[in-house]
């Protein structure tokens, strides 16, 4: 290692980017190239940075495969900012274990940490659990890779709805961004402290509304009242949980029964909700008589679905309450707004694949979105983003996609 290139990495290595970039601005060489790539990206200048890292890779010799494997996992971290999630893992995989043949723990351990946050990305929860359990007590991580670790850690957590866990995370991260002293890093740790304190989703029970916190959200689903959860579509009670997302004139019917509980639904209301038609005839009478048959006997451990004069009432099982769980906000784009909400530019491909979506459903999704202001795009064609303002006020863990564990 020359020494403009030696002076260049101790720059980046106390974050002084500029300081980096001076030192190899004009040269380049493949290791130049890789700091100036990683110089980029502390600069916010992240396509620029992914170009120059790729290029870099390119140029390292076939004996230089750790050198060509660090560049590998400074491009997946920059793909993963720019949520550039679609292309395989293995790259990165077998570059975390190039990295660990060689002995560099350290960037093997940060190769490891970006593939578990792009499975969280995913809302593939269970195997963003068993990758963060490789890292977890791993020796070797700094103070900043320990703090970003116990955050993936929180997250995942809120995801499944185990509040005390993600407290002890959260506890975790912060030690670990204090020790660290990077602002930003505390700076996001604080951002999600803060998430815990803030509404997650309505209780509309009885005709009153009430916001509730992710703690409070976890009280009621394990309290023995039946609850209807529009966040994540189905209804349970206690450890029963009947799934609803890929029946939505089932969900329908459900929710309105459980608004209106202890009263009926009238059937015309129930038709017009379910069917989308303000005109029913006896077609839509017979086919609602139909829907109700198979709700009552998705529902029968939990309920009955009584037939009154003017429609039909929800009876749960030993007096149990009714409770309706909402989302923060309405609409039926919940999901795509709160991916969006991270202040990270998307793709719609991105979006598709972390919404388990097409993406020419996604594009609909967008365009009605931008129709109402709420997202915006930049860039054409291949590399048009969406970005979408936070939603202040209220934390949108239960909107994101496989928020919670489904059976």
């Known amino acids: 290692m020359d020494s403009l290139i030696a002076a260049s990495a101790r720059a980046l290595a106390a974050g002084d980017a500029l300081g980096a ?37 390119r140029g390292f010799g076939s004996h230089e495969e750790l050198a060509r494997a660090r560049c590998v996992v400074a491009e997946a971290e920059v793909a993963l900012a720019t949520r550039d999630i679609g292309d395989s893992p293995r ?10 043949a060689h002995g560099d723990p350290a960037n093997a351990l940060q190769a490891r940490l970006i593939a578990a946050r792009r499975l969280l990305l995913l809302g593939r929860l269970d195997q963003a659990r068993s990758a963060l359990a490789r890292l977890d007590g791993a020796s070797g991580l700094s103070a900043s890779l320990a703090a970003v670790v116990a955050l993936a850690q929180a997250e995942l957590a809120l995801r499944s709805l185990q509040v005390d866990a993600a407290e002890a995370a959260l506890l975790r ?72 997302a890929r029946r939505p004139v089932l969900f329908t019917l459900v929710r309105a029964l459980a608004e209106a509980w202890p009263g009926d639904v009238d059937r015309e209301a129930l038709i017009a909700g379910a069917f989308r038609t303000q005109r029913p005839d006896e077609t839509h009478r017979a086919r609602l008589r139909v829907e109700i048959g198979r709700l009552r006997a998705l529902v029968a451990s939990m309920a009955a679905i009584e037939a009154t004069a003017r429609g039909f009432v929800l009876r749960p099982h030993d007096d149990r309450p009714v409770a309706v769980l909402a989302p923060p906000i309405d609409g039926d784009q919940g999901a795509l707004v709160a991916l969006l909400s991270d202040g990270a530019p998307w793709s719609t491909s991105a979006l598709a694949l972390a919404l388990g979506a097409s993406q020419r459903t996604v594009q609909r999704a967008l365009a009605e979105l931008e129709a109402e202001a709420r997202v915006r795009a930049i860039g054409q064609a291949r590399s048009r983003r969406w970005l979408a303002p936070p939603l202040g006020g209220f934390t949108t863990i239960l909107l994101l996609p496989a928020a919670l564990p489904i059976e």
């Open 21 to 57: 970039l001076k030192r190899v601005a004009l040269r380049d060489d493949p290791p130049a190239l890789a700091l100036r790539g990683i110089a980029m990206a502390q600069l916010g200048e992240l396509s620029r940075a992914r170009e120059l890292l790729r290029r870099a890779a």
């Open 91 to 100: 790259a990165l995989a077998l570059a975390a274990a190039t990295l660990e």
């Open 173 to 244: 991260a912060h030690d670990a961004a204090e020790r660290s002293r990077v602002p930003a890093l505390r700076a996001e740790v604080a951002e999600a402290r803060t998430a815990l304190a803030r509404p997650a989703a309505r209780r509309r029970m009885a005709g009153a509304e009430q916001a509730l916190r992710l703690d409070e959200v976890a009280a009621l689903l394990a309290s023995d009242a039946l609850v209807v959860d529009a966040c994540r579509r189905g209804v349970g009670v206690g450890g029963t949980w009947r799934p609803l």
